[in-house]
């Protein structure tokens, strides 16, 4: 035990004589290591904002939008994405055959600018009626949401998300009441969401809502929509709802083999493993490229280390010629390249929990670090101490006596 901490007193001792080379040894490790834990957790922390997200839209949820969805490709229907129709909704709210579907949102969404007074915002306009705050499970903070007399007198209102409240009126001015233009058509505010949270397209609280009929007739003149919504009634009865939705739709449109459905019916389960899926690749995308960093960080220690037996050969010989046995050498290169991919790795699993936390705050997602990416990064970190160090340090120990103390 006294050898062996004599071994690694004398390593500690060696790297320090060189800083500069130790120094740029470590670099690559912190580099890598920092790079893998802050990729992890950007890649988990997506994951998880995004099934936070689709949870959020409601409960029980089947969403239904037109064309068909075939091995994961969509399949353009005949008609495009017009296939589904304000009677379409109707039928699967109104039909004998369909027995499990407790509230059914049809909506037709466009991207549109939208302007107040010297404000303005490229954002989605969602026509909706009055079930889909019940089936999307939208709350109103203030004023009220779309009414069924809305829908029916196609009034120009607007519900408004937080968000969009904010890029609107950047004065603070009080939302309610305050007029807004939606394709040059003047819209009354009268509601504001309450936040749901999320960033880019999956941004909920900047979305702004009218009646499914204004936005029909008047904004975005079309006869169809984009999606209907329905809410089962429990979560056991998700796939029954699906066939008998399925059924009458297939029925509606003519269709006798369900292959030719013009239409994709999704769960809410369905859309979390989509999701889930594309987060996962990209993920491990991102952590083979950072795993790249750490190939060249091992490299580049295997590399100095060679320098050092090179620098070190007439040492060496003289150890040798004075009794160190091989183990001796093997074990005191191998310690030096452990130390360093040891501080290395401490560094950069430093360095990666501080950039993951700076970029969960600039781009406003979820701060997520799990022990197992920390537990991977000291398993990498050991593990390619021993690999990269392993031939410098044989290398070392199989010097000839004589040879060593001749080296120029």
Sequence with gaps: ?????????????????????????????????????????????????????????????????????????????????????????????????????????????????????????????????????????????????????????????????????????????????????????????????VSKGGTGFLNQDDNIYIPLSTAQEEVFGVTHLTSISVQ?????????AENQIGYVLLSRHKLQNPTQADFSILSEADILQAATTTTNTFTALLSGIAAISLLVGGIGIMNIMLVSVT????????RKALGAKKQVIVTQFLIEALLLTFIGGIIGILLGIGVSLLLSTLIKIGFVISVSSILLAFIVSAGIGVLFGWYPARRAANLQPIEALRYE
Excluded: C, W
């Design 311 to 318: 620098e070190r050969t007439r040492e060496i010989g003289l």
């Design 232 to 240: 089962v009634k429990s979560a056991d009865l998700m796939t029954d």
């Design 1 to 193: 035990m006294h050898d062996f901490l004599e071994i690694i007193k004398e390593s500690i001792a060696t790297l320090f004589l060189n800083k500069l080379r130790t120094g740029l040894a470590i670099l690559g490790i912190v580099i890598g290591i920092g790079s893998v834990i802050a990729l992890l957790s950007l890649g988990q922390a997506t994951q998880q904002t995004i099934q936070n997200q689709i949870q959020s839209l409601g409960s029980n949820l089947l969403s239904i939008t037109p064309g068909s969805i075939n091995a994961g490709a969509i399949r353009g229907a005949q008609g495009g994405a017009t296939t589904l129709t304000n009677d379409d909704a109707t039928a699967i709210q109104t039909s004998p055959q369909i027995t499990d579907v407790a509230a059914v949102s049809p909506t037709y969404t466009g991207r549109v600018q939208v302007v107040a007074g010297g404000n303005n915002t490229n954002t989605s306009v969602i026509g909706v009626t009055p079930s889909y705050a019940v089936v999307s499970n939208v709350q109103v903070a203030e004023g009220n949401f779309i009414t069924t007399q809305d829908q029916q007198a196609l009034t120009r209102v607007a519900v408004v998300g937080p968000q969009a409240a904010a890029n609107l009126f950047s004065d603070g001015a009080d939302p309610i009441g305050q007029l807004i233009r939606i394709n040059n058509i003047a819209f009354h505010i009268v509601g504001v969401t």
